[in-house]
């Protein structure tokens, strides 16, 4: 079944300690990216990857960090996390070529604080 | 910011065609019109998209205007099931690369 699987799905972690977000999917898509989403403000993209070490700033990257070292996975790193960015993220894939779907994740409930 | 204006809210009786309506007055030749939905707090799921002409699939139908200022996404047959929240998306990258979100149009389907 093709999916994209993050993990955890909850995390309630306290302000500075390094969490990470992994996110895998088994479609062998080349385009992977992070949004996140706010009451009010929507789904907003974060990161996004065009391919293995291919990574480039989204909308909203500050306090965010990303790789890409192999083409199912791409976690999200946050190095040192702050109360404002309390937030429901989700990861999601796609091919690069053409007008095709995107397939997104289940989420990733994340509370700092 | 978003090229799409969406009515905040819909209502439709289950088993009746929902008719989602989205104004994309400003698109441009190359741009894609994209529908997903996102039901409570799940991951959006892609629905359909299309350029010109019309197009259907097993979840839903789009019909574009001939001068592809609106839009308008219909689902057949509305079930419970298909209370979500639905964003209408103008793209010229793939509609694979950045999706740009707005507040979308919350479909309820009343029993």
């Known amino acids: 079944e093709a999916q994209v699987t993050q993990n955890p799905r909850y995390l309630i972690t306290v302000t500075g300690k390094k969490l990470t977000v992994t996110c895998s999917q088994n479609?062998?898509?080349?385009?992977m990216s992070w949004y996140r989403q706010d009451p009010g403000l929507g789904l907003r993209q974060i990161y996004y990857s065009m391919n293995v070490e291919a990574t480039d700033k989204g909308d909203v990257p500050e306090g965010y960090k990303v790789s890409r070292k192999e083409k199912r996975n791409f976690p999200l790193i946050l190095e040192s996390p702050s109360p404002n960015q309390t937030s429901l993220y989700f990861c999601?894939?796609?091919?690069?070529?053409?007008?095709?779907?995107?397939?997104f994740g289940q989420g990733t409930r994340l509370t700092v604080v | 910011d978003a090229k799409t204006t969406q009515p905040p809210s819909m209502d439709c009786a289950e088993g009746r065609a929902a008719n989602l309506p989205c104004n994309h007055s400003?698109?441009?030749?190359?741009?894609?019109v994209y529908w997903y939905r996102q039901i409570h707090s799940q991951g959006p799921q892609y629905i359909i998209h299309g350029l010109k002409n019309n197009e259907t699939n097993e979840m839903a139908s789009l019909i574009i205007t001939e001068d592809r200022k609106s839009s308008t996404l219909i689902l057949p047959h509305a079930t419970l099931r298909d209370t979500a929240v639905y964003y209408c998306i103008v793209s010229s990258q793939g509609g694979s690369e950045k999706l740009v979100f707005g507040k979308g149009t919350k479909l309820t389907v009343n029993p």
């Open positions: 479609m062998n898509h080349e385009y």
């Open positions: 999601a894939s796609s091919a690069r070529r053409g007008h095709t779907e995107a397939f």
């Open positions: 400003t698109i441009s030749g190359n741009e894609y």
